[in-house]
């Protein structure tokens, strides 16, 4: 079954809020087997909604509009589809008397407005919202088909899309059973990883591999469809080990988890403590960590040296270090790296050098020039990069990499 | 002029990431009084870009398309667009010299699918793209109007639109002249905010007071409109000064700078030092103000002690205290912004303690409960908070707050 979803309303199409429903929607529907083939946002336009529906019709036999049912509007949504759908508009009493319960529960005043989100298209199986005013409705079409109609919130279309009808109606249409792969990958960019995989990169209706690039690391996801859960899953995992085969040395996770959790899990398996020790990056290493909940079992804590002076008294970099190869040098990330490991009793320690820019670069050290030092009871390396991009990226890119390293450094 | 935005991209339709491109482009549309009129999400499918873009160029005479520029693609973005405008494609010598060295400065091999990357329908006008390989380019079409393309990731993107050649482009069609003033405010909700000022909230052709909430922040954007910059000026400056009787205790800033960027202004402006100690941000504060150019002038530098032990040892904070009160405490806050201001010779420092969550609460201290605390010369105080949400939203209105607290302080 092909899916388009349509966000309806002035507030998207402006840019005042970003559209976050069709991206969980889409993501939702793969479950049962729908594919989303298009998202559109239009605004509150009677004309426009029409037109959209009926277009929409056309190419898809499942549409799922978001917003455009609030009390504000003079309910042009619903008229809009239930003329594209040839239908009349219908009150239903039960919806009214909870929109009714509400308003009382909130000790509001109901108006006429809120009388009108009880209107349905006569064809319509109606879904109560228990977070809002307006219910949700399944508008079927007179041949086959139908238009899902969910308010804008998310607070409010998240339950909704869960709700036990909407879910009855989405399983109907299922046909095939689905099996997704993620795997994720560092240190190697987005073309090469293609241009080894080439004999492998498939979009056919039943097995597809699709990458995804994110700053400074790729994924690779794998769909497989077919009748069973088993069938599609030997699909999946066969391609899986054809790409082990040819680039698992640079696969950090199977799954959805990032980097710094994947870091994590590997500290409390290991039973080790991290401390880190920042410059360039200026504490956004530490905070990626400590964004993961649980983190604190295993990160001791995080020093963010921006001058020399706390760099000699927090990690006992030496004078003659700074001096003699400056602060960005292999000589200090090494010293920064040990100095923190030491003085704070962790087993790994990251620290990083760096210019960010976009100053503070020379042609000898220019911006973009990063040291990460990585230091264990067992040994201390640091390595150079040349990051490009702007202050944001390079900081981001040095994060990540330094991360990554010491995951690398511990697996 | 009305304008259409399509991303192009399988990962954008099926929902593997958030379309935020297109109400960003919305949104900075505005300045120029272009109109968005719709969003689109498309496949990655020749047919598809071919149809959706003949489609939009009937009905508006800018396009933007964000994505499908990178290297794995078949470029069949550029391929369909050409076709759509009726042109071939052509190489740009310039182009593919930047690209080159791109890979050069990474250390990279170069793959022919970079190489495409230098081609552009014949009558465009190339933006060169600082921050990855694609360029951008402003295809024209034979008769009037363009499709602006640019690549998918928001960092690459951003800097594009702001790309001066763009600018140039946007400006050309201009009719009335427009003027924006920014208020950006904290401590008071949008509701609230609302409700004071609802006999000036106007949504007309003219004048526009739009509000935009964001995580602890408020932000009213007045947009004037008049044939004469002078008179648009004048409207807009009216609609301030009286957004200022009103409520202008809660404004701090006029314009785009973030909180971070008015502290470390103000901090300049007075030749202060700041020095931060963080325990439950774990960073967070650190990383947004050295997230800002400039900052290591003011900016000491910044301890993430997640432990007690660093706490004491860091920060000269009391086991008495942390013993008697807990690490979450008003005392540990003073002691922590205290410690941080004395040890590492600042004249401010912020200090945070808290529990972020999911885990960690308590009856006495729930998940949410925060002290801030900020020390300088004159005086210490720690203010205690009780914030909601999960740990991403207290760890940044944590820090949010934090750095208002600073601002408030040295103002």
Redo the contacts between chains.
């Keep these: 079954m092909k899916c388009i979803i349509i966000?309806i309303g002035t507030e998207?199409?402006?840019?005042?809020?970003?559209?976050?429903n069709?991206?969980?929607?889409?993501?939702?529907?793969?479950q049962f087997g729908i594919?989303?083939?298009?998202?559109?946002?239009?605004?509150d336009d009677e004309r426009h909604i029409l037109k959209a529906i009926k277009r929409s019709l056309k190419r898809a036999e499942l549409i799922i509009t978001t917003g455009g049912l609030g009390p504000t509007y003079d309910d042009i949504t619903k008229i809009a589809i239930a003329k594209a759908l040839k239908q009349s508009l219908k009150k239903d009493e039960k919806s009214l008397e909870t929109i009714r319960g509400f308003f009382r529960r909130l000790g509001r005043e109901m108006t006429p407005n809120n009388e009108r989100q009880a209107y349905f298209p006569e064809n319509s199986i109606i879904v109560e919202n228990n977070n809002g005013t307006a219910p949700a409705c399944i508008a079927k079409c007179p041949k086959k088909g139908a238009v899902i109609m969910l308010p804008g919130p998310p607070s409010e279309m998240i339950p909704l899309m869960e709700h036990e009808k909407i879910v009855e109606y989405l399983n109907r249409g299922k046909t095939d059973e689905i099996q997704e792969i993620r795997l994720k990958f560092f240190g190697i960019?987005?073309?090469?990883l293609?241009?080894r995989l080439k004999e492998h990169m498939t979009c056919t209706k039943d097995l597809i591999l699709?990458?995804?690039?994110?700053?400074g690391e790729v994924e690779l996801?794998i769909t497989a469809k077919a009748k069973t859960i088993e069938e599609a899953k030997e699909k999946a995992d066969n391609l899986k080990e054809k790409i082990y085969s040819i680039a698992g040395e640079f696969i950090y996770t199977e799954g959805k988890k990032s980097l710094e959790e994947v870091l994590i899990d590997k500290l409390k398996e290991k039973n080790l403590k991290l401390v880190?020790a920042?410059s360039?990056?200026?504490?956004?290493?530490?905070?990626k960590?400590?964004?993961i909940?649980?983190?604190?079992e295993v990160?001791?804590?995080?020093?963010?040296?921006?001058?020399n002076?706390?760099k000699m008294s927090?990690l006992d970099v030496k004078k003659e270090t700074l001096d003699e190869f400056g602060a960005v040098s292999r000589g200090v990330a090494i010293e920064m790296a040990d100095g923190a490991r030491l003085k704070?009793?962790a087993d790994i320690a990251i620290s990083v050098t760096g210019i960010a820019?976009?100053?503070?670069g020379s042609e000898e050290k220019p911006v973009g020039l990063v040291y990460v030092g990585i230091s264990t009871a067992e040994k201390t390396e640091a390595m150079r990069f040349?990051f490009?991009?702007?202050?944001?990226?390079i900081?981001e890119v040095t994060a990540k990499n330094a991360i990554h390293m010491a995951l690398s450094e511990i697996k």
């Design positions: 966000a998207v199409v402006s840019g005042d809020i970003v559209n976050t069709a991206a969980y929607i889409s993501d939702y529907l793969k594919k989303t083939i298009q998202h559109l946002a239009i605004l960019g987005e073309s090469s293609e241009e699709a990458p995804y690039a994110k700053v996801k880190t920042e360039c990056t200026g504490g956004l290493i530490a905070e960590i400590t964004n909940p649980g983190s604190s990160f001791t804590g995080g020093l963010v040296t921006y001058s002076e706390m927090l704070y009793n820019g976009p100053d503070g040349n490009t991009g702007n202050r944001n990226k900081r």
